[in-house]
């Protein structure tokens, strides 16, 4: 299994322009005629008045003829957008008379519609008002920087980010200014480490041998290989150095890289672990001890911690124990588990030294700095679900949840997530889990409930039988089910027989194991899910079975899970500074949101045998999407708790 490679490279007719430009003298705009309000508008808009500059600029357009209207009817425009004002600044370009623009004017048209369409979130309309790329030489030079900002932010709202990384490399070879450069190229590194360490290994075969595009794959992977190893990092810095001679990336900015690392990155000596050993989540809790232990042996013997385990059976005795742990030297602590034992921890106030809990809660006050929480959550996944379709270019999907608590959750999470991506709700229609027979849910989803009424009704009126064959209805081009194995296996025959064997099927990894038996496969091929890397790395899940003589099902995931709690630890801080960091996991491309909250990129699958791998989740949270999603106003119906994990058989839910 490979995954799909994704080239990286600065296109010839990219590379030609950015050359050109270079070469080209710099045309400022031209004086306009004094007028003394055009220079109020201009110091309206550097005290960031936009919608007073925006108005001003509009009385001036109405005021001037030509080409100066023009300009005042864009900079208007311009300043509608920065002030959020989406409507008249649309209301604003559709009135500009494109025919008498000149080249910039028309160039810098077309750029604030491309910036409004991202507003609007409808970054695949903003790619083709930027594409095909215009001849940039003989433009502003603020325009062809502008140009190159616009395209990476619209591959950055796409998912898209080695794309994104290729538009901010041709921004890098317009600018002067050293500061402006250093930033430019510390976000293109930046969005380059937020790509999953596999993803990069199979990115750095596209581009040629020695270009700057491989140097800056290469210089990613070895910030990301070795960011907890400063004396490795500082001579990979040096190599990389010598390989790529005449690479444009910054003095600066190297010696930023290990910087950065050096004070970000904090190895304990000693770790506590609060874990559960008796009781409904004793099960679970040696699971994730398993793979805690693990990932402390695959350790050099002289960097692994001292590791502590405390019985947290009792979760009302949360915060002694925890004080006893810190009196006893633990520098972190790993865990608790139960719910109740992490409120606790999130009303504190204060932690003396950080907890990395091992689930997730919403309280009502602010939680503390040092609590970080990690979850193997559903809702995120329904979550990343919403976003594969999106970025799938599905308009309209449909759901079918579970008639139960845990369905609701994920059809909440879903929901609210599809909201903030197309504007509007999906359909949706619940199903009973205990049964095997899900027709009526997928008839009235489906509206074929509808079509036989209708031909019931016609029969009565025409008094006669008519021949009919029920339509599904056709607005709908995706399906996302939340469903265990047994029910995601009955899905796919039951669509079938209802006339929409056509859609394409998305679900949680709740849907599998990790494996499939041969009528499993018969059913289920085509389905589309993510999961986490270690169940489909083959190479890393036979050394896992060294230490874990049976792997699979839910097990798995927990033992990936425990894996990344100890290896998170040293990565806390660097995480909780830049959503821009992130971790390579056997749970996922691991990362942090504003809430110290450690979410996953996991990687999509196709199932079939073997899996084909899709590749990893997109990042829209880098772009300003909430990766929680967000709810409409009122809406208090999302999840205020999140699980561990699928519980073990037999084993309650938290």
């Known amino acids: 299994m490979q995954l799909r490679r994704i080239p990286l490279r600065l296109s010839a007719t990219l590379a030609l322009s950015l050359a050109l430009g270079a070469c080209a003298p710099v045309k400022e705009p031209r004086d306009t005629v004094a007028d003394p309000e055009i220079s109020r508008a201009q110091s309206l808009m550097a005290q960031q008045d936009y919608l007073a500059a925006s108005s001003l600029y509009q009385e001036l357009a109405s005021r001037h003829s030509g080409s100066l209207a023009q300009e005042m009817q864009l900079a208007a425009a311009d300043a509608a957008l920065k002030g959020n004002d989406l409507a008249t600044a649309a209301n604003l370009l559709e009135q500009t008379d494109q025919a008498t623009l000149n080249t910039n004017q028309a160039l810098l048209r077309r750029l604030l519609g491309a910036e409004l369409a991202l507003a609007q979130r409808r970054a695949d309309r903003a790619l083709q008002i930027l594409q095909p790329q215009p001849p940039l030489a003989s433009q502003r030079l603020d325009l062809r920087q502008r140009y190159q900002r616009d395209l990476a932010d619209t591959y950055r709202q796409l998912g898209k980010l080695p794309q994104a990384a290729v538009a901010l490399q041709g921004l ?61 990092l500082q ?14 990336a910054l003095p600066e900015l190297l010696a930023t890289v290990s910087e950065r690392l050096r004070l970000q990155t904090r190895p304990p000596t000693q770790v506590a672990v609060l874990l559960p050993q008796s009781g409904p989540y004793a099960g679970v809790a040696a699971a994730l001890r398993d793979g805690i232990m693990i990932s402390h042996y695959v350790q050099p013997a002289d960097k692994r911690a001292r590791l502590l385990f ?36 999130a009303r504190a106030g204060e932690l003396p030294v950080p907890v990395l809990a091992l689930n997730q809660v919403q309280t009502d006050s602010i939680p503390p700095a040092n609590l970080f929480m990690f979850a193997l959550s559903p809702e995120d996944e329904a979550r990343q679900a919403a976003e594969r379709i999106w970025l799938d270019a599905r308009k309209r999907p449909a759901m079918l949840i579970p008639d139960d608590d845990w369905g609701s959750r994920i ?11 197309a504007g509007e709700p999906a359909d949706s229609r619940t199903y009973d889990p205990d049964s095997s027979d899900y027709s009526a849910a997928i008839t009235s989803l489906l509206l074929i409930d509808r079509s036989r009424a209708r031909h019931q009704e016609m029969q009565r009126w025409l008094g006669q039988r008519l021949e009919f064959e029920p339509r599904r209805r056709a607005d709908v081009d995706a399906i996302f089910i939340a469903a265990r194995p047994r029910q995601a296996q009955s899905f ?13 099927l998305y679900a949680t990894s709740h849907a599998w194991t990790g494996e499939l038996t041969a009528q499993q496969l018969a059913d289920m091929r085509g389905m589309i899910l993510a999961d986490i890397p270690l169940l489909v790395a ?6 896992l079975a060294a230490f874990v003589p049976e792997v699979g099902g839910s097990l798995v ?15 806390l801080q660097r995480l909780q500074r830049s959503p821009y960091e992130s971790l390579d996991g056997q749970t996922g491309n691991l990362f942090m949101d504003a809430e110290n909250r450690i979410l996953r990129q996991t990687v999509w699958l196709e199932l079939d045998q073997p ?16 990766p929680a999603g967000e709810p409409a106003p009122g809406d208090t119906s999302m999840s205020q708790d999140a699980p561990l994990a699928e519980p073990l058989p037999g084993a309650p839910r938290n």
Do not use: C
């Not at 947290?312 to 034992?341: I, N, R």
């Not at 879903?414 to 991506?421: H, K, Q, V």
């Not at 796919?492 to 394409?504: E, G, K, R, T, Y």
């Open 310 to 345: 405390y019985d947290s059976s009792d979760s009302t005795q949360t915060w002694p124990l925890y004080s006893e742990a810190v009196a006893e030297g633990a520098e972190m602590v790993v865990g608790p588990l139960q719910k109740e034992a992490l409120i606790q921890l």
């Open 172 to 232: 890098d070879a317009l600018q002067v200014d050293l500061q402006q450069r250093l930033q430019t190229q510390t976000e293109i590194l930046r969005t380059l480490t937020a790509l999953n360490e596999q993803l990069l290994q199979g990115l750095q075969a596209a581009p040629e041998e020695g270009s700057d595009d491989e140097g800056w794959l290469a210089l990613a992977l070895l910030g990301k290989r070795l960011d907890d190893d400063q004396q490795a």
């Open 557 to 571: 995931r927990l033992h990936a899970m425990g894996m990344d709690a100890l290896n998170l630890l040293p990565h």
């Open 492 to 504: 796919p025959p039951q669509l079938q027989f209802h006339h929409a064997a056509d859609l394409p």
């Open 411 to 421: 059809a909440n999470a879903f929901n609210a997530r599809w909201r903030s991506l």
């Open 235 to 248: 001579a990979g810095i040096q190599r990389w150095r010598m390989r790529f001679p005449d690479h444009p």
């Open 611 to 626: 899996p084909q791998i899709l590749g990893y989740a997109a990042r829209l949270d880098l772009h300003g999407y909430d």
């Open 538 to 543: 083959g190479a890393d899940r036979e050394r």
